[in-house]
């Protein structure tokens, strides 16, 4: 089943400029992942963040989550070619059994 | 190095064959699972398995089987009895616990139906 909405379902950008991508859910979570996809390969962690977290950072990417509007966005800051991939946000609920639920995933497209 | 291996990364398969495809980790995970991902689409869980000997659906099971006979092996096979197989699929494994499921992804078998 599929929990999370990303928007938009693709985005494509110069090089250099700041890529958004947003994440909808609909059930309480403990925490929230996004995971990056080259195409044609499997699936990468970028970064977790917690339900009592806000917002988290790991080099060139920022995460944010608000719970009371049980979304989440992803901003990558001076995009780069290699960043040309799809993204994809993923909800361990309550319920789940740390069983992840999915997002349909944003496509960026990084243009040189 | 430690990583999930997943094989062949192309299959085809004939109408009315059973494939199965390889998933091999070395990271000591307990978990494993399987998804399948269609052209442009999000992952859908088939199964996934907790511990050795034991393994439960995921939201699209119809038409594939599993087993987990060793830690490190959590092989799929693509039964005829389902329909529509051509789809990538990605094999996977995690520790889950309550501060969080990392997934740790193979890279993928390219299943086409001929």
């Known amino acids: 089943s599929q929990q999370g909405e990303e928007d938009p379902q693709a985005l494509s950008i110069q090089e250099g400029e700041n890529a958004t991508m947003n994440c909808s859910y609909k059930t309480s979570i403990n925490n929230l992942q996004w995971y990056r996809q080259n195409s044609g390969r499997g699936l990468v962690h970028l970064i977790l963040i917690r339900s009592n977290e806000r917002e988290k950072h790991s080099g060139r990417l920022r995460v944010t989550l608000d719970t009371s509007k049980k979304s989440s966005s992803l901003l990558i800051t001076a995009s780069r070619a290699a960043d040309t991939a799809s993204y994809f946000c993923a909800t361990d609920a309550f319920y789940s059994n740390y069983q992840l639920i999915w997002g349909a995933g944003t496509k960026l497209i990084i243009k040189p | 190095d430690g990583g999930i291996t997943q094989s062949p990364k192309y299959l085809f398969r004939k109408e009315g064959q059973n494939v199965t495809l390889s998933c091999e980790q070395n990271l000591n995970h307990d978990a494993m699972y399987w998804y399948r991902q269609d052209p442009g689409q999000g992952l859908r869980l088939i199964y996934y398995s907790q511990i050795v000997n034991d393994f439960q659906k995921g939201d699209i099971a119809e038409g594939y089987s599993v087993s987990r006979e060793k830690k490190e092996s959590f092989p799929l096979t693509v039964t005829s009895a389902q329909k529509n197989p051509t789809a990538f699929y990605l094999c996977?494994?995690?520790?889950?616990?309550?501060?969080?499921?990392?997934?740790?992804f193979g890279e993928g078998s390219w299943l086409t139906v001929v």
């Open positions: 996977a494994s995690s520790v889950p616990k309550a501060s969080g499921n990392t997934i740790y």
